[in-house]
């Protein structure tokens, strides 16, 4: 039997990676997908580990190799899931977590049926703001393009099989793991 693939979406800000950061705490066995992307490091990050750092031609070169499970251009950016490793831990049984923009979301309910996508929401779209803005990672132009984003993905939630709203961060987690059959450790 092949492990369960969990896709976490929903818009910048909402709080992808720190859900994401309490679920694999909650339960270790989890292997989560490393995405690709053009958007430059941000401070502390390191490749392989954060994100596959890929200038836009390599980015370009995956795509067209058919080695990316899902890609989407965002905010100036291109991300993309690399398959290969995500059908590797399947197969071997572990159960694979990919955080991933709602575009791609929609391409791996194509490409991946069984895959379970949950969607992040935040509290409130105020709340979403400061979030975006206390992170001081974007530039007023980016950070403008991010909150237009936002205002679509929110849009999308229906297309997702849960919908979570990120108002605490461990009971989002746990509820993560419940709806997907893996019970977090105590």
């Given amino acids: 039997m092949t492990a369960p693939l969990i896709v976490v979406s929903g818009p910048s800000g909402v709080g992808k990676s720190t859900v994401v950061a309490e679920t694999l705490r909650l339960?270790?066995?989890i292997w989560l997908s490393v995405s690709a992307t053009t958007r430059p490091p941000r401070p502390g990050e390191v490749e392989g580990e954060d994100y596959y750092f890929r200038d836009s031609q390599q980015?370009?070169?995956m795509r067209d190799a058919g080695e990316l499970l899902e890609w989407a251009h965002f905010a100036g950016n291109s991300y993309g899931t690399p398959g290969g490793p995500v059908a590797e831990?399947?197969?071997?049984?572990?159960p694979?977590?990919?955080?991933?923009e709602v575009q791609g979301a929609r391409q791996?309910?194509?490409a991946v049926p069984d895959?379970?996508?949950?969607?992040?929401?935040?509290?409130?779209?105020?709340?979403?703001r400061e979030r975006l803005t206390g992170r001081g990672t974007e530039?007023?132009?980016?950070?403008e393009r991010r909150l237009l984003a936002a205002q679509e993905e929110l849009q999308a939630a229906g297309e997702f099989d849960h919908v979570l709203v990120n108002a605490d961060v461990q009971q989002c987690a746990r509820a993560l793991l419940d709806y997907v059959g893996l019970a977090s450790q105590p």
């Fill in 108 to 110: 791996v309910r194509q």
């Fill in 27 to 29: 339960n270790p066995d």
């Fill in 115 to 128: 895959a379970t996508l949950v969607f992040l929401a935040p509290p409130s779209e105020a709340t979403l």
């Fill in 59 to 61: 980015f370009a070169s």
């Fill in 139 to 143: 530039d007023p132009a980016a950070l």
């Fill in 89 to 94: 831990h399947r197969a071997a049984g572990h």
């Fill in 96 to 100: 694979v977590l990919l955080e991933i």
